[in-house]
């Protein structure tokens, strides 16, 4: 796999990044929107497979391919799963161009200072260089911030470049996602907290590598943009975080340089029991929507 052309990708080719990296905690959720209910399958093994095989209907689709998805984000045992006979990466890639991204996070703490810090990872290390081999391109790692507690959102900031820091040594780009809830009462003042302690850390960062920026869409349309811009910042991308698809899009495409990276909002409409010919239809629906809302801007 081409890591140049990869970079060369994910820094300037318009498009944007399916999120398909749901994990255990969420993953009954996804299967229960998708139609499968808790009742159809029994234990943990059984509710991954039927998982896999929703990703890969999604990422075998027709209209899952690189000329408006251009990257796509993978929970691990997605990572290590098979389309076909071969590695998801590597389907992924050299079938329909889009670059696959690892997420590494484990889930998140108790809150603290009206934020989740992400928990421990252990095997971290052994992790990252089992997705080098496999041809991961860089990796994901979500936090969450509730309040705009300048302390609590510091302590977010620090976490996720020390961890980007870990992942940058095994030549992997990171995704820093310190999530700001939609629901969040002062969700505007908690961003704009957050754009400042970004802004440093992205000017104390060591060495010369990029990172990606995985954000939710600001309440002050083009309050990231001198993040964009930043020169050690290689993508913005903006995560739904629950906002419909309209909703998300409208949003997006107010933020100048920002790019989608949903989840939900891009496979909420699909379901297991449609024809593969509607299911192709409703994905390829929504991926036009939120390649417009990444492309161009109001």
């Known amino acids: 796999m081409s890591i140049e052309s990869m970079k060369s990708q994910l820094s300037a080719k318009p498009g944007f990044i399916a999120a398909l990296d749901q994990s255990g905690g969420s993953t009954p959720g996804a299967l229960s929107h998708y139609g499968i209910p808790e009742s159809a399958y029994h234990g943990d093994d059984e509710m991954f497979r039927l998982m896999h095989e929703m990703r890969v209907r999604i990422i075998t689709a027709p209209s899952f391919t690189g000329e408006k998805i251009i990257a796509a984000i993978l929970f691990e045992r997605t990572m290590d799963g098979l389309v076909g ?16 991204f690892l997420k590494v996070d484990k889930g998140l703490e108790e809150e603290v200072d009206g934020v989740r810090l992400m928990k421990p990872i252990p095997g971290l290390d052994p992790l990252l260089a089992r ?9 994901k790692e979500r936090s969450v911030i509730g309040l705009a507690n300048p302390e609590g959102i510091a302590a977010v900031a620090a976490q996720q470049f020390d961890l980007a820091r870990q992942i940058a040594a095994h030549g992997l780009v990171p995704i820093l996602e310190p999530e700001v809830l939609i629901k969040s009462p002062q969700k505007a003042a908690a961003e704009a907290i957050l754009r400042d302690e970004l802004a440093r850390g992205l000017d104390a960062l060591p060495g010369d590598y990029q990172v990606m920026l995985k954000l939710t869409i600001p309440e002050t349309p083009d309050l990231y943009l001198d993040l964009v811009r930043h020169p050690r910042v290689q993508r913005v991308v903006a995560l739904s975080g629950g906002y419909t698809l309209d909703d998300a899009c409208t949003r ?6 920002m790019i989608a990276s949903f989840s939900r909002a891009l496979l909420g409409e699909l379901k297991v029991s449609m024809t593969d010919a509607e299911f192709d239809a409703t994905l390829a629906k929504a991926v036009e929507k939120i390649y417009r809302a990444s492309t161009i801007k109001s």
Do not use: C, Q
């Open 131 to 139: 997705a080098v081999k496999l041809g991961i391109y860089g990796t």
């Open 85 to 100: 006979d071969k590695p998801v990466p590597a389907y992924l890639w050299e079938d329909r161009g889009v670059v696959p």
């Open 252 to 257: 997006l495409a107010a933020n100048h340089g």
